[in-house]
């Protein structure tokens, strides 16, 4: 069954394509766009073309940030500790570390973990950019002492946390895991903040 509006049909087709969005949410969504001022269509249209056109990855960390704001805030804040690095897959684990609010440390965001099976080697994500933190220590301003590995424990997240504490012993930094806390196979975006802020605790030499 399709709408007598081709404009109708085209942002409901659009909406079908994100994440989670079947077409009944899809047409829903449309629906109420319908009804909503120009005024709102247009604010959400510019904040979809923002974040393809404001948003890039910080130069130090990988994390997202305004190009604006490269380094980001946790890569200059004061008042962060920066002899640590946490290690994790996404910019939503960084969300989930400072919702807990006890890690004052610094990231690194990946952007994925190594997945031999779906083709992903450790040059497809941002590893490199990490290890650079190391070999070029006037980035730093304080050496980094410890690298705590934050993947999620599927089988990709281990393939990636031992090929990075591998490449690190080179380096003498202390590299550590967050505890396991953690159901296995679950993603760190699911877990609650205490859980979480336990984990990052009772972190352990790897
Ligand atoms: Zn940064």
């Avoid at 709102?40 to 990855?57: C, H, M, Q």
């Avoid at 994790?88 to 006890?102: Q, W």
């Avoid at 994925?112 to 083709?119: C, E």
């Amino acid at each position: 069954m399709r709408y007598t509006s081709a404009a109708i049909e085209t942002l409901i087709e659009e909406f079908s394509k994100l994440p989670g969005i079947g077409r009944k949410t899809a047409q829903r969504l449309t629906m109420y766009i319908l009804q909503q001022p120009p005024s709102s269509a247009g604010r959400l249209a510019g904040a979809l073309i923002d974040i393809k056109e404001k948003v890039i990855r910080c130069s130090v960390c990988q994390n997202v940030t305004d190009r604006d704001a490269d380094p980001c805030y946790i890569c200059c804040g004061t008042g962060r500790d920066r002899s640590i690095i946490c290690v994790v897959e996404s910019p939503v684990d960084v969300l989930a570390f400072e919702k807990t609010g006890h890690y004052k440390g610094q990231y690194h965001v990946l952007h994925g973990l190594i997945s031999p099976l779906d083709g992903i080697g450790p040059d497809d994500i941002r590893l490199r950019e990490l290890l650079i933190r190391f070999d070029n220590p006037h980035h730093e301003d304080i050496p980094v002492k410890e690298v705590v590995l934050a993947l999620s424990p599927t089988v990709e997240g281990e393939t990636t946390s031992l090929y990075i504490s591998r490449q690190l012993k080179p380096y003498g930094i202390v590299v550590t895991k967050i505890a396991r806390g953690i159901p296995v196979g679950a993603e760190l975006e699911f877990i609650d903040e205490a859980t979480l802020s336990r984990a990052m605790e009772g972190r352990f030499a790897v």
